[in-house]
């Protein structure tokens, strides 16, 4: 899955879908499909493309005829961004008197609250002196991820173990958000930043180990 800019959700993965699931989307139908060459294709492309011979295959490793395949498809192919998809299949299976197919956060900061999205990161380091990342020197090891339908505002922090000061943080957020509608986020402690440099030259993040993390609070 790629990332692109959706004018409603910002930064967010897409999908690729054959032309009968995109049409359907568009029109507000989830129309039953399985991804198969990176796309998501209707039961009648399966058929008429024979696509279920490259259930196996893997991209890089994709043989002459997936890429014909392929190509093929992504043609007419359309992309829509997940959280837009993801929209429209709860609306589709409520429509339907039917369960709904994720856990649904209709009451998370998103995207587009982008200002109490930086009220919140500011209010955070004035109230609580958390310790620089070594991730990204010159910054805290505090992290705050945006919310969306399929999950929840992310706030993250290090180096924060003793359970007195992150009640106190918890309750900062929890105050912060009282007034609004938008109440729903999951906070994590971790014990520490494990960051691990290549020989490349690259670096990565390593295994971190949660010191303390719960449901979602809303």
């Known amino acids: 899955m790629g990332i692109f800019s959706c004018e409603k959700h910002g930064l967010q993965g897409f999908w690729e879908v054959c032309s009968h699931v995109g049409v359907a989307l568009d029109a507000g139908v989830v129309l039953p499909?399985?991804?198969?060459?990176?796309?998501?294709?209707?039961?009648?492309?399966?058929?008429?493309?024979?696509?279920?011979?490259?259930?196996?295959?893997?991209?890089?490793?994709?043989?002459?005829?997936?890429?014909?395949?392929?190509?093929?498809?992504?043609?007419?192919?359309?992309?829509?961004?997940?959280?837009?998809?993801?929209?429209?299949?709860?609306?589709?299976?409520?429509?339907?008197?039917?369960?709904?197919?994720?856990?649904?956060?209709?009451?998370?900061?998103?995207?587009?609250?982008?200002?109490?999205?930086?009220?919140?990161?500011a209010g955070l380091e004035r109230a609580f002196a958390f310790r620089e990342s070594i991730v990204e020197p010159g910054r805290s090891a505090l992290v705050v991820h945006q919310g969306a339908l399929t999950h929840p505002l992310s706030i993250t922090?290090?180096?924060?173990?003793?359970?007195?000061?992150?009640?106190?943080?918890?309750?900062?957020?929890d105050a912060f958000l009282a007034d609004t509608t938008h109440r729903q986020y999951r906070a994590e402690f971790y014990a520490f930043e494990d960051w691990k440099v290549?020989?490349?030259?690259?670096?990565?993040?390593?295994?971190?180990?949660?010191?303390e993390a719960g449901p979602p609070r809303w």
């Not at 198969?36 to 039961?43: A, F, T, Y």
């Not at 290549?198 to 010191?211: K, L, Q, V, Y």
């Open 198 to 211: 290549e020989e490349s030259g690259g670096a990565c993040r390593g295994p971190e180990r949660a010191h």
């Open 157 to 173: 922090i290090s180096y924060v173990t003793d359970p007195a000061e992150q009640d106190a943080i918890l309750g900062w957020i």
């Open 33 to 121: 499909s399985q991804q198969l060459l990176h796309v998501h294709v209707c039961s009648t492309c399966v058929e008429d493309l024979d696509l279920l011979r490259f259930v196996d295959e893997e991209w890089p490793k994709w043989s002459d005829a997936a890429h014909s395949c392929y190509s093929q498809l992504n043609a007419a192919a359309d992309f829509f961004c997940a959280e837009c998809v993801a929209a429209v299949q709860l609306a589709f299976a409520r429509t339907q008197g039917m369960p709904d197919p994720f856990i649904p956060y209709e009451r998370t900061v998103t995207s587009q609250q982008r200002e109490v999205l930086d009220q919140l990161v």
